[in-house]
């Protein structure tokens, strides 16, 4: 049984991850802890998610004393914001445990993608090398050993699951770079308070247009140039992301299905639509991440969509953490 | 033409009010004023609500010289919170302008109303006494002479409307309490970031049972004990009140249609259904109050809908100040 | 192992009674069945039920041979239009099956009741007067020898729930009918193309006023009358029912608290509330009734929510079942 | 006065002509009808769509006499389906009738594209040829002279108008194809029974991925291939449109400015964004397209948003009519 620690366990990610690890057969659940100057501090997670009530009545702990609570637990999940998980983590693991962070702060090995996207100086270019990008259908073999796990968010997980077996394939013609729109339930903007999720506010929007710091990501992960769109949409939970790519002369749909075949085949958190394309609807509240694809000519319109806050966040952590420490890879989570 | 000046235009009601009166052929928008202490000061009206651009593209200004402003209007419609509402009328009213108040600092003749439901001591006890209340429909004659205006918000109208004939009309049991279960949508708690008005966290939620300041209110003006439930909707805007009350014995279906009839056959805001009851959808946008009715036995269930932002508060106090003015009841409404 | 039966697997109480079997240790699916008429007879569950694909992939079968299936299989769920649960009851109940009628057709015991609210005559007063009305929590012992259980809906459920406790202990004051309001989601209306469950036509409206079929229902088995008013709600799932009751002299919240406590304290799908009421959020897409309420002198507010599709349909008839069969009350559902 | 027939009236494009057509200083709702089949027929207008209720209680007339009606009035409005609309516009000319039809029936001088995309064999080739397309910005002069106007709907007229101004000014490179994400809210799949529709159904979902119908209508008017997917958004009205572009070598954000300024800067249903991009709220319930982009290299991404029913139907062809008759250009719009 893993001693597990949940920082940052008032938002909504942190509530899943809650959830999730609360029927875990193999990791308990320690402590539930916030920032010590948190307004939940003191409360019960029950209190802020009302749905866990009965369920996870544990209290959110203001933490105060990292060293101490590090040395009580193996396991850490960072639900915090970038600047947060990288102050914490490395302190986490100097006491040895395994950390898998849900933040942006370890996604990227090039400390000069945070002055610029993040708007901090990375401090801790050791543990940057060291990390292992939790895309958990791709760094399989690399999360068994890995002490430090940046585990991917929303829109470069839907992004990478649709376009990584193309990219790896060399189905794609370089003369054009992908379009990925994409459409994310409001809960992506994390559980505080703010004029702009407001019920009176919120409409289908694109925002960030060229600029998300998603975009270079992506693009670092996949090795090729893409344009990401994102938009806010009107519903709490969810991403649908519209991939239009241009293919190389010659590669038919039969090619494309062959490629995601032999790329999902045996990975249970992916689900291949044989006809048609996925519906925001058929993965909200699931840890999927459905992928489903148009050709004609020479062009490929590939759906993915994924709860945001679970494939996106709070199941692909699970998923990380079942492959590190050898459990079935959907425990907890199906 | 009226000089005419919109205090707190930034917030739903007050961008309803510039709306209508940009379109009023007999006032025109002097000027539209925000809090100077307000981030929202010197933006456009338009940036906050866009469905304004190209429409009423006038600037927030911040209120600093009230006395100075007072002096180039002839009619103020205070869109503020309570506090601000009792601090800046009796300014304006001492210069001579005609006031619109859409926050509850008037609408009780009571001192010690405010001290125990608004929190604050009434300092206008003078202007508490001459102020109308502006349930339209019925202080028109009241209201044609009348400096300060008090008009009722959301949840008072709907109810008032709904039970003001059978309670005047002696239709309803004593012995029994009308039941009141009114849901609103989002935007009746401001504009203002909060975390209860996220996508995220709204759902069908009851409030501020037994406690509601609405709840005297209605009492005080209809002079009836009624029990006032609300209800936090998941929809930006409307109103559908449900009133469940006890009739006196041999009061019948035909009693209640004529009371109503009576009371509204005149009334162009008031739409009465013959047959079955309002949906929300019928007044969403538009500045009615539909009431419609069921009796079985001595029961009878009365559904009043309004947009809370439209007869709930700018488009009544239009009709206030077209009754006051001696302009058409519907002006710049319809 | 039960070999298990669900009839009317493409509705929204099927697909999600279909997706609890499928993760029960005790129960398996033996058999998905629709109309032979239905256009669905052939596909697959998951066709229609996306979140289910990967998860419940079986085909609905056309129900031809009822006598020849019924052999195969020892329990029976009849997610069925009433009538249709009227006409296969018996032929189920004959072959010996155990059967979960999750209809209005066996729920009261008196023939003039279908003829009045169902537009039906009853054929079957034998299996009317040996059904057992499956609200679980009360129940229980009846529920152990039953083979024909009509579990009860959605309003009737939360209303029941909320209310027998109360009416049992004897703290309500005759003189005034409890006041049900109550919101449900669209999925109540079952699964079929309708122009009234369509986004563009759905807002909050009340329906039924005085005349709906689960006013009668309520009061047979509570057992004192109610005003009982169903509204149709702008959200896919989730009943919010707020009751408003006299409480006789004397009562005080202490002891509503108490009541509640001795009736449910040990029961695992019923969440109290020691302070507040529920939201809706709370309860979807989990087998939970919550209850709350508030008191003001003789005055009670109750508000129960649960999922109109779970504890209102499916989580309630797999919990009798399981009560049935002495396996774990919340085995599968939690 | 122009005396007006509205066919389809009981549609949601029927409804909103009737909202617009009753406050119209010249022209006159002379009759509403529908299918002499429709269940609607008889039936206010205001029974069907009860915010009308009070404001255009008119009832539908079942369409029998075509040749006779068609004598009593000036101008015709046909919100009807494609295969409708085609086989009633040429009674109507005949009869000297001026003719808006808001279906597909006339919009491409092609005989073969109605047999391939809409599966009927066109026989109106004269009227085909005679049709004047109504993007009511770019066929002013056309429209002066018209008899029969073929009315855009909302998926083409959000594209074009983004569109237009960048091929006829020669700012795209020709290599690459403009992506158009468009999503469209449910009732632009008009008003009648099916599930698609449900609330509980309806989530965002790609649909017609290279197949949709409005892929070739663009193609035909703007004069370049296009890939066009549209989506499926969980909200009733409105369509926002991300269209992500190459630009030609050394076109700069300022010509796109300028571009679009000497298109639309006379224009009054086309607002441009100086800075940022249009959200769907801006336009709901409004007749303006709102138009803005961003530039970064050879990219650019414009974002186009309108209400379907208004600038994607009713309002547009209302805008056409006041062109044709020498009416001011938004009469009865604003």
Known sequence: MLNTLIVGASGYAGAELAAYLNRHPHMNITALAVSAQSADAGKLLSELHPQLKGVVDLPLQPLT????????????????????????????????????????????????????????????????????????????????????????????????????????????????WPVINAVSGVSGAGRKASLNTSVCEVSLQPYGIFTHRHQPEITAHLGIPVIFTPHLGNFPRGILATITCRLKAGVTAGDIAECYHNA???????????????????????????????????????????????????????????????????????
Do not use: M
């Open 264 to 334: 999902y085949h045996d990975k249970p958190l992916v689900r291949l639509y044989d006809n048609g394309v996925p519906a925001l609807k058929a993965v909200v509240g699931l840890p999927y991440c459905d992928i489903g694809f148009a050709v004609q000519g020479e062009h490929l319109i590939v759906v993915a969509t994924e709860d945001n806050l679970l494939k996106g966040a709070a199941a692909q952590a699970v998923q990380c953490a079942n492959i590190r420490f050898g459990f079935a890879q959907t425990q907890a989570l199906l």
């Open 65 to 176: 004393d990292v060293a101490g609570l590090a040395k009580t637990v193996d396991v850490v999940f960072l639900a915090t914001a970038h600047e947060v998980s990288h102050d914490l983590a490395p302190a986490f693991l100097a006491a040895g445990c395994v950390v898998f962070d849900l933040s942006g702060a370890f996604r990227v090995n090039q400390a000069s993608f945070y002055r610029q996207y993040y708007g901090f100086e990375h401090q801790h270019a050791d543990w940057l090398a060291k990390a292992v990008y939790g895309l958990a259908e791709w760094q399989g073999e690399a999360l068994k050993q890995a002490q430090l796990i940046a585990v991917p968010g929303c829109y470069p997980t839907a992004s990478q699951l649709a376009l990584k077996p193309l990219v790896d394939g060399g189905l794609l013609n370089d003369a054009q």
